[in-house]
């Protein structure tokens, strides 16, 4: 509505002032000035953060006059500027605004989008917290479904010994599968082996995102490729390996849409300070220089 009400003075203003529309003119200046309150309005989101003693209200009315009054701010700059951009100064007081907008808008989008997908990607509502401690004991139990069948590994000597550690220590037995390793391997459990120390256990040390067992559709090959090498009574086992793979590939997706969600703020709000700079500047030279 206030938009509406700014287009109704703009239209008639534009038509009859005689150099055309311009910031240097009354309607012009007021327009510029209403902007510039709407953009430290803006800042107010972050001092109700900082002093928490401020009790005015709900976090998301605050977000919601953030939005609506930011975005009105965009038609104010323009019927201020009379859509013209003279001036070195101006011009980049104009381009800042417009991706301070832009930015604030994307990051709105990520903000309704990705929790739902984040959720998807995790179904076990992990925080993110955890992820790493998450993906320690995944490190873990992969090493205990393969030793269960295929002896203690020495080729892993890590997760051996902390496997070990854990499950010698009762206050932290339950923090993994607590499969004992078997006492000799089991006939055909070479394949399992190979594939564990070759392809899953490297997957796992990573960052979740590189490897074959990184995109769903290879694991899922590689998985058939591998059952198809071993008895069955290895296939529970081969099982338990591809689904902490899968596990993991989920975590890796959980902390990009995370990092994502959280990422673009790092955008808008140097730059929202990068504004008020160039707001203070541009007014007091625009003004000096002018009148
Ligand atoms: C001149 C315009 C704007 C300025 C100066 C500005 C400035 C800021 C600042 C300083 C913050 C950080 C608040 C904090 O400390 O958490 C913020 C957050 C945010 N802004 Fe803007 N903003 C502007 C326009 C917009 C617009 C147009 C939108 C959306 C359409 C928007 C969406 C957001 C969102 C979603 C947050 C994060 C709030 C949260 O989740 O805590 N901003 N903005
Ligand atoms: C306190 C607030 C403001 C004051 C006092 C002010 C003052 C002025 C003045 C006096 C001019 C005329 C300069 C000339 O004709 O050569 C001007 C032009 C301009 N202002 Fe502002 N301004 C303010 C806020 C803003 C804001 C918020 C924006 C946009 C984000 C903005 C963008 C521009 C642009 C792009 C021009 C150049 C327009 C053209 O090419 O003629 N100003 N401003």
Redesign the pocket.
């Known amino acids: 509505m206030l938009g509406a009400i700014a287009t109704a003075f703009y239209v008639p203003y534009a038509r009859q002032a005689p150099e055309g529309p311009?910031?240097?003119t009354a309607v012009?200046?007021g327009f510029?000035?209403a902007?510039?309150?709407l953009?430290a309005f803006e800042w107010l989101l972050n001092a109700r953060k900082r002093v928490p003693t401020w009790n005015l209200g709900k976090a998301e009315t605050w977000l919601k006059g953030h939005i609506w009054l930011g975005l009105l701010?965009v038609p104010?700059?323009l019927f201020?500027?009379?859509f013209?951009?003279?001036?070195t100064l101006?011009?980049a007081?104009?381009i800042?605004?417009v991706v301070v907008i832009l930015s604030g808008v994307f990051g709105l989008v990520l903000q309704q989008f990705l929790p739902r997908l984040m959720s998807l990607a995790a179904p076990g509502e992990t925080i993110y917290e955890q992820i790493p401690h998450v993906i320690e004991t995944l490190r873990l139990d992969a090493y205990e479904a393969v030793a269960a069948v295929c002896g203690a590994l020495a080729e892993a000597e890590g997760e051996r010994a902390e496997s070990e550690a854990i499950q010698s220590d009762p206050r932290r037995a339950r923090q993994v599968l607590g499969r004992r390793p078997a006492a000799a391997p089991a006939e055909g459990s070479a394949p399992l082996r190979r594939f564990y120390l070759e392809t899953v256990r490297p997957f796992l040390m990573g960052d979740g995102r590189h490897g074959p067992l990184a995109d769903a559709r290879q694991a899922e090959r590689l998985a058939q490729g591998l059952l198809r090498l071993l008895p069955p009574v290895l296939h529970d086992a081969a099982g338990d390996l591809i689904a902490i793979a899968a596990e993991r590939r989920d975590y890796a997706v959980q902390a990009r849409l995370h990092r994502w969600l959280h990422g673009w703020i790092l955008l808008h709000v140097p730059l929202a300070a990068a504004?008020l700079v160039l707001?203070v500047a541009?007014?007091v030279l625009?003004?000096r220089?002018?009148?």
Do not use: D, E, I, K
Not at 84 to 87: A, D, E, I, P, Q
């Open positions: 311009r910031g240097s012009g200046l510029g000035v902007a510039a309150a953009m701010a104010l700059a201020h500027s009379g013209h951009l003279r001036g101006a011009a007081l104009m800042v605004f504004l707001l541009h007014a625009a003004l220089y002018t009148y």
